[in-house]
């Protein structure tokens, strides 16, 4: 059985910081691109950083500089850290394992950036 479990959303204020973790098990991760979407109300759900097996890395236009994809293929884990958040942050972000042929997510954590 696949899960991707995301942790780490909450509240932050405006220029501040959150970390959020996507721990994945029933998959061999190194064998996946593994991506953090998010999807703000009203608003269709967006890429915001994608990272290979390999490690190399992409952001949206968005959050360059401002947010940091990594990955540990020895512990199954994904981390986006976030950095200078803006209120057009706030959004519900979610876990992406990208393989060749199938695709899985988890349920979503939010992030809410308010003052």
């Known amino acids: 059985q696949v899960q991707l479990v995301e942790s780490g959303g909450g509240l932050a204020q405006p220029g501040g910081s959150l970390g959020l973790s996507c721990a994945a098990s029933?998959?061999?991760?190194?064998?996946?691109?593994m991506v953090w979407h998010r999807q703000a109300p009203g608003k269709q759900r967006e890429l915001v950083a994608a990272?290979?097996?390999?490690?190399?890395?992409n952001y949206a236009d968005s959050v360059k500089g401002r947010f940091t994809i990594s990955r540990d293929n020895a512990k199954n884990t994904v981390n986006l850290q976030m950095n200078s958040l803006k209120p057009e942050d706030t959004a519900v972000y979610y876990c992406?394992?990208?393989?060749?042929?199938?695709?899985?997510w988890g349920q979503g954590t939010q992030v809410t950036v308010s003052s």
């Open positions: 029933g998959i061999i991760f190194r064998l996946y691109n």
């Open positions: 992406n394992a990208l393989g060749v042929t199938i695709s899985y």
């Open positions: 990272i290979t097996g390999g490690g190399t890395t």
